[in-house]
Structures are given as C-alpha cells and as structure tokens.
C-alpha cells in the first residue's frame, strides 16, 4: 500500500514538474459548475497617469462572484433539524490565470457562522498527453452529484447516498491532486479517466489518523452525443481510503451514475429533461467486522417553460457503519428562475428514517417542505451541464 | 536488412508527406464563422462549428464532446463580445490544448474590427436583463462584418499555415468579390423599405437593421433575455398600432406564442428571421443567411407598404 501511494504521490508530482518545465499556455479549472473566468472590463490605462498604476491592477484582479442559498423549511423532522430559515450557503468564488502555466479557482463557502474553503485549486490545462492536472482542494470525481456545488443541483438538499454513505451533505471533499487524461474511443465519443489522492481529512468518508494513510479515487467518464437533442453521461468510480475508526481500517467505495439529456435544440430554451440516477456502494472495515452498504437515487426534471421545472426523486441508502438500518424518501420539485441569475424551489420531500435513529429505536417518517431561494451576483459562470 | 531500411525511407516519407497535406482544422463557435472559414480556407482547412444554426447562441451546452473537437483544433474562432462565455470558457480550460487559448496564435476573436453596435455607455447592471458589457454580439448579421471577418481569417490561416497564403488570398478575393455583388442585389431588393420601422423578439438585429436601414422600435422581449410578460406585450401592441409597425421579426429558436399573439392583434405580419447559417437545411452557407432574409423581409413587406 505503501509503495502504491508514493508512486502515485511521485506520479503526480512528476507531471506537474513537467508541466510547468514545458511551458504550457494559461489553464483553468475543471468541470466545476461555476467556473468561468473573465477578466473584469477594465478599460486600459491612460499612459504615464498616476490613475494608471491602480487600473492596471483591477485588470489583473480575478473575476468575483457570489452566490446566496437561502432555505426556509417547514414541517416536521426530529432526524435531519434543518432550521427554519436559514441563509444556508453563501459561496464566494474567486477565479483567475495565474500565469502562463496555471490557473487558480477559489470557492469559499460561508455559512452563518463558519466558513469554509470549498475548492481552492491551481490547475495545469496544457499539459502534454492530454492531461489535466489539478493540486489542492476540490470535490472529488466520485459519482456525479459529489462534483457539484450546492447551487447547481436540481434539489435543495442531498440525495440520501450521499448523506449516508459519503460522510454527511458535504459530500467528499479533499485536499490532494488529480490527473486527468482523455482517452477518446471511436466515433467522436468522449471518454476521461481520472486519477486523484488526498491526505488526511477531519472529517467526510474518509478520516485518516496518521500522515500516512491517504485515499485515492479513480473516476472513469464516457460521454457520447445519441443524436443533436440526446446525449448520455456514464461514470464509474472507486474510492480506497482510511475510516479512522481504527489505525489500519479502511473504507473502499464504488459508484455507477448515469444522466440521460433530452433537449431539442430548436426549442432547447423551452423544453428539455434530465433523467440521472447514481448507485453506491460501502465497504467499511470496523470493529466488529466489516459493514457493507448500498444507496441509491434516481431522479427526474422536466422544463415545461422557459421558467419553469418539475422533478421527481426517489432514493435510498443504508448507513455506512450499520447496513441493518436503512433510509429511504421520495421528493418533488418545482423551480422557477425569474432570470438565469436567480431561481426559486420547492420541494416536497417523505424522508423514512429506518430504526434505530437519532430520535427514536423505531422507524421515523417526516414530511417536509423545502423553499429555496437561490442568487448569483458578480461574473457570469458557465452554464451548469 | 535493405527490407528494414527500404520500409524505414518508406514510412518516413508517409510521415513526412501526412503533415504537408493534413488539412488545418478550424473549431468555430457558430455555423456562420464556420462558413466563412470554409470559404476562406478551401481544401486546406476542415471546420466544425459547435453551434447549430438554429439553436439560440446564448445557451449552448458545454457537453464533453465539444472538449474533444477542441483537443484537436489548431484554430478556434470565436464570436467573441462574451456570446460564448456561458460554455466555451470551461471547455477551452479542459481542451488540453494550449494553442487556442485566448492570445494564443489558435485563437480568433471574429469581432475584433467589426462594426460592434450598442457598446454601453453608461454602467450596466443585470438589472437591463441579458446585456452584453462589450456591445452587441450579433454582429454578424451586417454583411459589411463577414467581410472583416473574412479578412482576419484569411490573415489567421495565412500565419498558422504560411504555404497556403497564396490559396487563401485568391478564395479571400473571391469571397469579397462575391458579397459585393451580393450586397449590391441585396441592397437594391431592400432598398424601397428604407426607414421601415420593424419589432424583433430578441436584440439580434441591430446590425442588419443599421445596414439595410431598417428602424428597430421594440423588442417582444421586455428586456435581452426575460421572456416577454403581460404589460410589455401591451405596451408593444400599442406602439405597433402606433408606429405602423408592419413586421415582427422572430428567430427560429424563440417561441411563436407571444410575436403570433400581437400580429393577430395589429395585424403585423410575423417572419421568421434566421441569424445564422444551418438554421434551416436551405440555408447552407453566411450568403445564403441574407439571401433568405431578404427575401423574407420583401414578401413580408408586400401590400404593406404605406400601410
């Protein structure tokens, strides 16, 4: 295991080292939802003006966005207390070329009272033999919905899978690097394998107790065009790591997601739908044995207008440390975006707590209703995909 | 021995002769760049454009398989003005292809020189909706602008593959030759409706209005991007009762509903306008785009006029 990590380690560091040896051209980040960078319009510099020094500078600041996720909830739930109201995330991003070779993404989440760094990561585009290199923190390539921040998920809340099974709603995060190469098959279908390391981590599916124990992930992705208006997205993916419940256990997790597109190019504005579903699966050595788990979501979207979506949910996860105790829901949503910039949701959500949970030894049912209010001001982002 | 050797000599020559005939290979954003590409660049270029001619420009999908097609470009030509900055950016980062990213020698800014109308004057917000910061991008819909563009391709092509220059001049000169002609047929068939006062849905026409002296007074669209709404489609009626607006210009990816509903109430006539090249099968190449509109426009225009 030893031996297998500082390859990887030195693999990656290799590359890296070789990247900036070859001078390649400025990067940028990864499919992360909210990544485009534009530097602000500053008009040039008057030559020889004092004013000069400080506009040149605002060219060079990175493009600034900020996205606010404001939750109300009502009804009832003893397990998953989400307060009344609150202005669940406020995500700062900052994003920018660093130099001829890299560039840097930053996304900040604010909570109420905490922040967090989301993602901060240095990325290396032009790296020969079709790689992609990224070095710090970020989402890890595991499944689909692990990837996406929380404003661009068409829920307010995380499916059961990876509350259970990925350590919590943050999902896995970790601090490390990835590569990423192309692999296209024939026929213009594209296809990407990605390789990522992290270290230790506080908390999230993998826990480490030493400095050696790191966790890896592999991420495999075909994407292929059905025809103009249809396009199919299949990932596979696994994850090796320590659990931290004891110095030598360790958690490997698999993940299959697959996202079917649908929208007619003509009337795209219109109308189009998303069906897209992912599976996991746990495998956590602790004491006592080793627990093996499964969860699961499949979900539906609808665009009825320019405005206007519907979606369904269903899933269903065990929990990583008990597979005896099983958790199942059902949701529906409707989202209307007054413009791209904002959007307003709601969601019905059954979530079937199996027992025992937090509050009681015995199943638990709470019904929910979620409002979300969703706003991004600052520069454009790319259009979630 | 000699058979080694002989085959060595033989795939070093293939080797050798693949590079001098492989044909440059332009990405564009939209068809129409794609059209003067090909125009310009001839047997030596093969493009692609990501875009369909008939899907709106502002909402491309940034799906994988544009990454591979940029992998392989050595020139991408973009609109530019931010049109693209919905998809294109994350897809250049994940091209893995250093030559076209912005500044570098693979990548065309098709706007640069281009007559680039409503540049902001004042500071703008999203408050006026979709608005573009650097001026309008649909400026492509002047002829007078793919003759600049053809122009910057044509110097484009010239330094990415300097054995072609010569081929490259002769198609650039005939491209011009051709839209001289064509702008003047165009320009006597549109000449009669100078100063005709016409609604579009979208803000996508200003630059063919300006060229063929067209008046734009309102957009069915209350403002770029927010579909229309109850008191703005009444406020349009009113001004086309008013005005004596006789055509509603509409592209072919905004939905009929609200332009059909305001020509049943006026009386103007609804036309479907295409901004590019694709955005019906007919339409095969950037002159085929005014050839169509044009003639759009006259039928429209026929018995309305002094209306």
Known sequence: ?385 | MKTTKTLAAAVLLVGLAIPAQAKLRVVTSLQDLASIAEAVGGDRVETVALARGYQDPHFVDAKPSFILKLSRADLLIVAGLELEIGYLPPLIDQSRNEKIHPGNAGYLDASTGCDILQKPTQVVTRAMGDVHPYGNPHYWTDPENGRVIARAVAAKLTELDPVGAAVYQANLAAFQARLTSKEREWDAKMAPFAGTKVVTFHESWPNFAKRFKLEIVGTVEPKPGIPPSPTHTLEIINLIANDKVAVILVEPYFDRKTPDYIAGKTGAAVVTFYPSVGGIPEIKDYFDVFDRNVDAFVNAMKGKVGR
């Open chain 1, 1 to 385: 295991m030893n031996m297998i990590r500082s390859v990887v380690w030195s693999a990656a560091l290799a590359l890296l080292v070789t990247g900036v040896a070859a001078g390649q051209e400025p990067p940028a980040p990864q499919p992360t939802p909210n990544a485009t960078p534009t530097p602000a319009p500053a008009a040039p510099a008057p030559a020889g003006s004092t004013g000069g020094a400080s506009q040149t500078s605002n060219y060079f600041n990175p493009s600034v966005s900020v996205i606010g996720n404001f939750l109300a909830v009502g009804g009832q739930n003893a397990v998953e207390n989400l307060p009344s109201a609150s202005l669940r995330e406020s995500e700062l991003g900052l994003q920018a070329v660093v130099d001829p070779y890299a560039r840097a993404d930053f996304f900040i989440s604010f909570g109420e009272h905490n922040v967090s760094v989301e993602e901060g990561y240095l990325t290396f585009t032009s790296l020969p033999g079709d790689l992609l290199v990224k070095v710090g923190r970020m989402r890890v390539s595991f499944g689909k919905v692990n990837t996406m921040h929380l404003h661009v998920m068409p829920w307010p809340d995380e499916p059961l899978p990876v509350v259970n099974l990925l350590g919590g709603e943050e999902g896995w995060v970790g601090t490390g690097a990835s590569v990423a190469k192309l692999l296209p098959l024939p026929g213009d279908i594209f296809s990407e394998l990605t390789l990522q390391v992290f270290g230790d981590e506080p908390d999230g599916p993998f826990v480490a107790t030493k400095r050696s124990a790191v966790a890896y992930n592999g991420h495999y992705r075909v994407f292929a065009d059905l025809s103009d208006s249809t396009n199919l997205d299949l990932g596979l993916s696994y994850g090796l790591g320590p659990n931290g419940t004891n110095p030598d256990a360790k958690t490997a997790l698999g993940a299959v997601d697959a996202t079917l597109r649908w929208k007619p190019l003509v009337k795209g504005n219109y109308r189009s739908a998303i069906v897209r579903g992912e599976y996991f699966r746990s495998r956590r050595e602790q004491s006592g044995g080793t627990v093996s788990a499964g969860g699961w979501f499949l979900s539906g979207e609808y665009q009825l207008a320019k405005r206007w979506w519907v979606g369904v949910r269903g899933e269903a996860a065990q929990r990583a440390d008990n597979a005896a105790v099983k958790d199942t829901g059902t949701a529906a949503t409707l989202t209307f975006w007054p413009s791209e910039f904002s959007q307003l949701r709601a969601e019905l959500r059954q979530r079937r707590y199996g027992g025992p949970n937090s509050v009681s030894a015995a199943a638990y049912t709470a019904n929910e209703v979620l409002l979300q209010l969703q706003f991004a001001i600052g520069a454009h982002g790319a259009h979630p995909f």
